[in-house]
């Protein structure tokens, strides 16, 4: 299965609490909450490139399956990481957070983002 498409969100879970526990300022939590971001993910073997657009701020991020690259984190710090697929999923680790994307079945994206206890998980669909 092909991680390649646009996503859009559908739903999520623990946005407010886990944006606070990274240190994202109140502002910009309350205007990204309700945003229904779009992800597109190209994929080129172990190549990838993803583009998430919330609103009018757009973070492309692209690496290749295991080796050390810069990923723009959700607070705009450029952080270095290994991305590692595992099946029809892409894991990382941030910092402190784990970062794992999983292509449930062809049309839906989980992003689940965990940070010592706390949950953010993203749910998106394939766009037609």
């Given at each position: 299965?092909?991680?390649s498409g646009k996503y859009q969100l559908e739903s999520q879970d623990g946005f407010v609490e886990f944006m606070k526990a990274i240190g994202l300022p109140g502002d910009l939590i309350?205007?990204?909450?309700?945003?229904?971001?779009?992800?597109?993910?190209?994929?080129?073997?172990?190549?990838?490139?993803?583009?998430?657009?919330?609103g009018a701020k757009v973070m492309i991020n692209s690496f290749t399956i295991?080796?050390?690259t810069e990923i723009e984190?959700?607070?705009g710090e450029k952080i270095k990481a290994v991305v590692n697929?595992?099946?029809?999923?892409?894991k990382s680790v941030l910092n402190k957070?784990?970062?794992?994307?999983?292509?449930?079945?062809?049309?839906?994206?989980?992003d689940t983002l965990t940070l010592g206890?706390?949950?953010?998980k993203r749910i998106s669909k394939r766009l037609a």
């Open positions: 299965m092909s991680f309350e205007k990204g909450k309700d945003i229904k971001s779009v992800t597109e993910i190209e994929e080129n073997g172990d190549q990838f490139k993803v583009t998430v657009t919330t295991g080796q050390e984190f959700l607070t697929k595992e099946g029809n999923k892409l957070v784990t970062s794992v994307t999983e292509l449930v079945d062809g049309n839906t994206l989980v206890s706390l949950v953010y």
